[in-house]
């Protein structure tokens, strides 16, 4: 499994609209092999930001890479800039992906 996130330094009195872009983007995400599940998380607030961030789970690392080569990633960030005009966020965001070594899951309630 494979794990990217982007995090995001929202200027103060932008959060709303940063949210907005989030929820109604065409991603694309669902039609791509591999792609497990997407999360858009809001974090802690500094005096001049809140923090953002998109978590994304792959099936693996080869299938997120082939998501970031495909037509799909091009049509899904072609409006990015226009959408924010670089005006909402402080900095650029900040890419991290991680190979999952670990998992644990709930156990089942039912016994």
């Known amino acids: 499994m494979f794990i990217a996130m982007n995090s995001f330094q929202v200027k103060k009195g932008s959060e709303q609209a940063f949210e907005t872009v989030w929820k109604t983007r065409e991603s694309y995400l669902g039609e791509m092999a591999g792609f497990v599940e997407f999360h858009l998380l809001k974090g802690?607030?500094?005096e001049d930001h809140t923090l953002y961030a998109t978590h994304t789970i792959w099936a693996d690392k080869a299938a997120f890479e082939a998501w970031t080569k495909s037509?799909?990633?091009r049509r899904a960030h072609a409006r990015a800039g226009n959408e924010t005009?670089?005006?909402?966020?402080?900095?650029?965001p900040r890419f991290e992906?991680?190979?999952v070594l670990i998992t644990e899951s709930a156990k089942s309630a039912a016994a």
């Open 71 to 73: 037509e799909n990633f």
């Open 97 to 99: 992906g991680f190979e």
């Open 44 to 46: 802690p607030e500094a």
């Open 85 to 92: 005009g670089g005006s909402l966020y402080l900095g650029h």
